[in-house]
């Protein structure tokens, strides 16, 4: 079975907060990425504290790595439990986040292909595998990689063995998350929960996923 995590992708303080209280007994973890971030501050990691829920930075860093690492000491100042960061850029710059990450007994994701149609051009032909295996040479505790291509998740399982896969995708791309859930340790999902009439029925449909 998977986790569930949230993607917290809406913009108004008063309402994620209130998604997150009406679900958080559903959630196994909440993804903050820049929507939100640009919107209530790096801080408001601070104010979900009393949910007591792992906090994923989706930031997707992507730059050299003395400027990963500045922005990776930020993210666990403020109270996240872990990042995630783009392969691409090379073993440097994702080592610099994966090691801030044990330096705060953190987590370092490596976003290994993505999950929307446009991610093929680039991601897909043999490039998420390189990133899977630059992910294992890192230390690095797991991948992203798409609930809407299963056979790709099952490929890159393949190199990565039991690190972690978190999988996006689910609901409103297209992924099914009953496709996915006996192959991935994490599913993520978005607006199928915050865009719903009640959040707290949509996320608690998930039960069975998470063996609940």
Known sequence: MAELILALDVTEKRQAKKIVKACAPHLDAVKLGYPLILSCGLSFAGELEEFDLPLIADFKVADIPNTNRLIAEQVFDAGFSSIICHGFTGQDAVQACVDVAADYGGSCFVVAEMSHPGATTFFHGGTAEKIAELTMACGADG??????????????????????????????????????????????????????????????????????
Do not use: C, H, M
Not at 157 to 186: E, N, Y
């Open 143 to 212: 991948i992203i990689a798409p609930a809407t291509r299963p056979d790709r998740v099952t490929a890159l399982r393949k190199i990565v063995g039991s690190r972690k896969i978190l999988s996006p995708g689910v609901g409103a791309q297209g992924g099914d998350a009953a496709a996915v859930a006996k192959i991935v340790d994490g599913i993520i999902v978005g607006r199928a929960i915050y865009d719903a009439e009640n959040p707290k029925a949509a996320a608690e449909s998930f039960a069975t996923i998470r063996g609940r």
